[in-house]
């Protein structure tokens, strides 16, 4: 089970910061952890993917250079942390789980989904 949490209303330039606990499984070193989100009426989207074995994070064009994933094995939590949040950032965020470790970036590869966790940037 993936629970992410976090999500709230911050005016744009604003920072939040997303967990995603992951529960009630093992997700071991061969996962890899995304972060995607939904805006109203939009297609669901991928903003960043890290494997729980390290290697470089991946990022969605929108948000390089803003977020940052990262990760806390010992506690089975991955972390968004959002800077200079723009309007554009407003959407539900997913945490997500993808069994290829390498992965974690294509929504129709991933194997577990958890409830999303509502962000809203004002203007």
């Known amino acids: 089970q993936l629970q992410a949490s976090g999500g709230g209303l911050v005016q744009a330039g604003g920072s939040l910061r997303l967990s995603c606990a992951a529960s009630?499984?093992?997700?071991?070193?061969?996962?890899?952890m995304g972060w995607f989100r939904q805006a109203p009426g939009k297609e669901r989207e991928f903003v960043a993917a890290?494997?729980?074995?390290?290697?470089?994070?991946y990022y969605g064009d929108s948000v390089k250079g803003r977020f940052t994933i990262s990760k806390d094995n010992s506690k089975n939590t991955v972390y968004l942390q959002m800077d200079s949040l723009k309007p554009e950032d407003t959407a539900v965020y997913y945490c997500?789980?993808?069994?290829?470790?390498?992965?974690?970036?294509?929504?129709?590869?991933?194997?577990?989904w958890g409830k999303g966790t509502q962000v809203t940037v004002s203007s």
């Open positions: 997500a789980a993808d069994q290829d470790p390498y992965g974690g970036r294509s929504i129709r590869n991933i194997d577990y």
């Open positions: 009630g499984r093992t997700f071991s070193s061969s996962y890899a």
């Open positions: 890290i494997s729980w074995s390290g290697g470089r994070p």
